[in-house]
């Protein structure tokens, strides 16, 4: 009875001992499972995707160890894959822990004692291991260690996990490792959309990544295709097959080699790369703004070019196309071979310092209309000028003598453009351009005005910048390349733009452009009916040729020239940069027959006003040619036009009449009044204008205008007006004057600044928006004036 009881407690307490030690064992693997492990990623080298914005595959680069990897989570990559994985290598992976005995037994039976092919009997949990830490497995103390850290990853990751990594570790031939990579090298696929023959040849590759594959063809030698097979022979009695699959298992398996590969925007791709290098970024697949097809037609188009221009010494241009509504860029060539060492293609043109020429001379006119310089028919004088010690000369070396601020910018002349520039205040052009972000710009001192004719160095994608912000109706926003990934999203809002410029002054620098006529060296057989606003540019001694402008959403840039710096005559942009500039558009036009211009709104501010275009003043009874101008209220100058006036003609003598003048003896003619330097330019021309007939002999000069000037009634002279804020801008001044009977329109102007117009019986009202002191003046439509002075005062 002793000895029963004795058994009895020591069973009971042998029992207790177990149940503890499974207990505590428990504890451990379930602590060791808790325990914070490093993702089984970390420290392993990708491979990095780049996708177009309609998820073309661009480029997939090399990781840092030259191997293309891509780390895809198990729930991106197809159940085929997954399913035939584990039929082929392991399919009691979810059941065991890290190691299989009996494949373990078979594989050394079959190994060391049969003496047959060696054979491991390795799990995917210790393929993994050896992977993971580059074990030799060949021995048995190596397989020993092997399981040893199978156990490790099966106590420390879940099944979930460690199949993930396995997927993303495998080799699958050459230097192709991680499912990932293959699919999309072989098949041009993502994992996730692979077929059952695609996902099973996947599947055996692992096991045997050397199998042979032709490198011209991507065509599998019979071995591959055969161990595919014989695992869908396998998968037949697992999974129910239909006809149309076991079809697709009698075509030729082909897979594509990694020097067939996409290798689109190389300039492109490499200055993400860049950016990225300067970021803590683990993505390894970039969705970017680019557009494959449209990089296609511009690389197309500069081939195409180059090839008809070699004889000419042209060998390498540069383009950038950005869509205005995002900033995306759509397509972007450096240099015209990326290959070629002789002009050094690798090299990103887009991001080189260049002279940009005349290109900016558009914002020479945008501020200058901001300003109140100038509005789009104002004329300008294209004569010999200097400026303190600058004397600038034209590109032809020719004079045009009055012109038009719109043919002036379209014509490029530069003297108009310097006088324009020198007299910009707040920003002048320097400040301007350091307020859009043109980097390295030296002092202002250092340029003088010679930056308005491209004395300064600019990019390709800093000028499209300024570009787009004329699409933009001047709100400067920065360039787009990449675009967010949705855990980023957030982080990556897009800053608000700067307004550097009025909507207004936009919208007319644009209507200007719009006029600038497309050369005819170009090969459209039909030009697109979208508007273009376009300028070229040539840089001083023929280094650089440029085209830039704006078409349907897009900025296109163009440029042409040497990275060497070498000169060329063939390099000026009106006949080099501007007929590649417009085949490229012609080219996308026809690729996209729908394609439309955003919808720009004119700004509400704006009117269009009759002009005497020989002027560009208001218009006189006399004006002998008539047009319209836009005009920015309350900063755009004008005046009455003073070109053609009447004079009263003795018609014995032939001489100016004197008052009061004799009907029957008189008759009035019209003369042009022009400045002794246009007159010069006229006469050597040989345009010579009729010289007004002098009235020196009068006693009255001033027979050239008779007639009562305009009587101001309201507002009253030296009158203080007090107006009430709180109206605001209900309390207004009301402008009336008593006219001569031949006056039908009088013109009214605030400290030299046009107001409006009205009919010589009728009045027009004044919003003042601060106190101050006004001169008031009214103008008749034939030149007479009266003026006076007022001040306005704003109370509370």
């Known amino acids: 009875m002793i000895r029963a009881r004795f058994t009895l407690a020591s069973i009971k307490r042998l029992l207790q001992n177990i149940l503890m030690g499974v207990f505590l064992l428990a504890l451990v693997i379930i602590g060791f499972r808790l325990w914070p492990h490093p993702p089984l990623s970390q420290g392993l080298p990708l491979s990095t995707a780049y996708y177009d914005r309609h998820n073309t595959l661009l480029r997939l680069t090399l990781a840092n160890d030259d191997r293309f990897r891509l780390w895809t989570p198990l729930d991106d990559i197809s159940p085929l894959v997954i399913e035939g994985i584990k039929l082929h290598e392991d399919r009691w992976f979810q059941y065991h822990p890290g190691f299989n005995p009996f494949s373990l037994v078979r594989g050394f039976w079959r190994s060391y004692v049969m003496g047959a092919r060696q054979q491991g009997g390795s799990t995917l949990t210790m393929q993994l291991a050896r992977m993971r830490w580059n074990l030799n497995t060949r021995t048995p103390q190596g397989k020993l260690w092997q399981i040893v850290r199978a156990i490790q990853l099966e106590l420390s990751y879940s099944k979930h996990d460690i199949l993930e990594a396995y997927l993303n570790y495998a080799p699958y031939g050459r230097n192709i490792e991680s499912v990932g990579a293959a699919s999309l090298i072989y098949f041009n696929k993502k994992p996730d959309n692979l077929t059952l023959p695609e996902a099973l040849t996947l599947a055996v590759l692992p096991q045997s990544p050397s199998y042979r594959i032709d490198s011209r063809t991507g065509i599998v030698g019979s071995a591959l295709t055969q161990a595919r097979n014989r695992l869908f022979d396998r998968w037949r009695q697992v999974h129910t097959t239909d006809s149309s699959q076991l079809a697709l298992f009698q075509l030729p398996l082909t897979l594509r080699q990694p020097e067939k590969m996409p290798f689109i925007a190389p300039h492109f791709v490499e200055q993400i790369q860049a950016s990225r290098q300067r970021q803590i970024n683990n993505t390894n697949t970039i969705n970017t703004t680019l557009d494959a097809n449209l990089q296609q037609i511009v690389e197309r188009q500069i081939t195409a070019f180059i090839t008809r221009n070699s004889g000419r010494g042209i060998h390498n241009a540069a383009a950038l196309l950005v869509d205005v509504r995002d900033m995306g860029v759509r397509a972007m060539v450096g240099s015209a071979d990326y290959r070629n060492v002789e002009i050094q293609g690798q090299v990103n043109g887009t991001n080189a310092k260049r002279s940009p020429g005349s290109t900016l001379k558009p914002f020479i006119y945008t501020l200058g209309l901001d300003q109140g310089v100038l509005h789009p028919m104002t004329i300008l004088k294209d004569v010999p000028s200097t400026f303190g010690s600058y004397a600038p000369e034209n590109f032809d070396h020719r004079f045009l003598g009055p012109i038009s601020a719109t043919d002036a910018l379209n014509y490029s002349r530069n003297i108009p453009a310097v006088y324009i520039a020198s007299h910009l205040r707040n920003p002048r052009l320097y400040q301007f351009l350091k307020l859009s972000g043109i980097s390295n710009l030296a002092k202002e001192n250092h340029y003088g005005l010679s930056l308005v004719l491209g004395g300064g160095e600019i990019t390709v994608q800093e000028l499209a910048k300024l570009y787009a912000m004329l699409a933009n109706r001047g709100q400067l926003r920065p360039l787009v390349m990449t675009l967010p990934d949705k855990e980023t999203e957030r982080e990556n809002t897009p800053a608000e733009p700067i307004r550097l410029f009025s909507e207004e002054a936009g919208f007319i620098t644009l209507d200007m452009l719009r006029q600038h006529r497309r050369p005819g060296d170009t090969l459209a057989q039909a030009p697109t009916s979208l508007p273009v606003y376009w300028k070229t540019g040539t840089s001083w001694g023929f280094r650089d040729a440029w085209s830039a402008g704006i078409f349907g959403p897009y900025v296109l840039i163009v440029w ?13 942009g009106a006949d080099t940069a501007a007929p590649l500039f417009f085949n490229i558009i012609d080219n996308i036009v026809a690729d996209y027959p729908k394609l439309q211009e955003p919808k720009r709104s004119r700004p509400k501010q704006l009117k269009r006003i009759d002009i005497c275009l ?8 006399w004006c002998q040619q008539k047009g319209k101008t836009w005009f920015i209220p309350g900063k755009s100058p004008i005046k009455v036009d003073t070109v053609y006036r009447p004079v009263v003609i003795d018609t014995n003598t032939g001489e100016a009449a004197c008052p009061p003048y004799d009907e029957s003896s008189t008759r009035t003619e019209i003369f042009e009044f022009w400045p002794s330097d246009l007159a010069n330019v006229f006469a050597q021309a040989g345009l010579p204008k009729k010289a007004p007939p002098s009235a020196t002999h009068c006693k009255d000069n001033n027979t050239y205008v008779s007639g009562v000037p305009p009587k101001i009634t309201s507002p009253q002279r030296n009158m203080t007006y ?28 605030v400290d030299d600044i046009y107001l409006g117009s009205t009919a010589s019986k009728r009045y027009i009202d004044w919003q003042v928006k601060t106190s101050g002191s006004y001169r008031i003046r009214a103008i008749d439509d034939r030149g007479r004036v009266d003026s006076r002075t007022i001040k306005v005062e704003l109370v509370d």
Do not use: C, H, M
């Open 614 to 621: 020989s002027s560009g003043n208001l218009l006189t009874p």
């Open 722 to 749: 007090t107006l009430r804020q709180s109206q605001k801008g209900r309390d207004k001044i009301v402008f009336s004057a008593i006219t001569d009977a031949d006056t039908k329109t009088i013109y009214w102007f």
């Open 560 to 572: 042409e020239g040497n990275f060497t710096n070498k000169s060329n005559s063939a390099f000026i």
